[in-house]
């Protein structure tokens, strides 16, 4: 081996392991950001509570815009995160929950509906947004425990071939069926957005005069 292919051997292992390191850790760090959202959705309630049992207008307006920013920043967060079950060389190569692909959807949709319904006053639109971010939540979390982590602590069977089955690298097939469902569904919704975006100012009032 010449110097060269060595150099080239040694920055390939480095931008492999980077790329396979930083990929575990965005799916281990997952459940937990799911649940924080899934959290501060739910506490909506008790933070309009605490907002009206505040006597200063501005402080009340500042906790709900902070409140805002938080939840909404979470979901867009989570989404990017979850980027990665959008490519199926990732999913086929690591050991990934196999409903991670769904549940960037289910997050695209909880934007997508964010972005064409005001969903903390509408109750039907606030009603989707919770059942878009528990199915996400269950189908990114349930596979995780049961699946990724299941699988390495070799209970036997039947729950070695359960654990197989809700991971991406030992049940391709499953998750690239999925992964298509995924990116179909979320090309869809991406039209829809576009589509609103674009006919967004068409709606508004013309100024006076102009």
Known sequence: ?????????????????????????????????WLLVL??????????????????????????????????????????????????D????????????????ALFAVLLTK????????????AIVSWLLGAGALLYVGPTLVGVQ???????DPWDRLAAALVTSTNPALAIALWWVSVAAISAMGVVAVWFNLRAPADLPHEVGS
């Open 1 to 33: 081996m010449t110097s060269e292919e060595l150099a080239d051997a040694i920055i390939r292992a480095f931008v492999e392991g980077g790329e396979a390191f930083l990929e575990g850790t965005l799916a281990a760090a997952l459940p937990a950001v």
């Open 39 to 88: 959290a501060l959705h739910l506490a909506r309630p008790y933070v309009l509570d605490t907002t009206r049992g505040l006597s200063l207008r501005l402080a009340a307006d500042i906790w709900w815009i902070l409140y805002l920013a938080i939840r909404d920043g979470l979901v867009a967060l989570a989404f990017v995160m979850s980027f990665m079950y959008l490519f199926p």
């Open 90 to 105: 990732v999913l086929v190569a690591e050991a990934l929950p196999i409903g991670g692909s769904l549940a960037t959807a």
């Open 115 to 126: 972005l064409v319904a005001d969903a903390d006053d509408d109750p039907r639109a606030f």
């Open 150 to 156: 299941a699988s390495a602590l070799g209970l036997g």
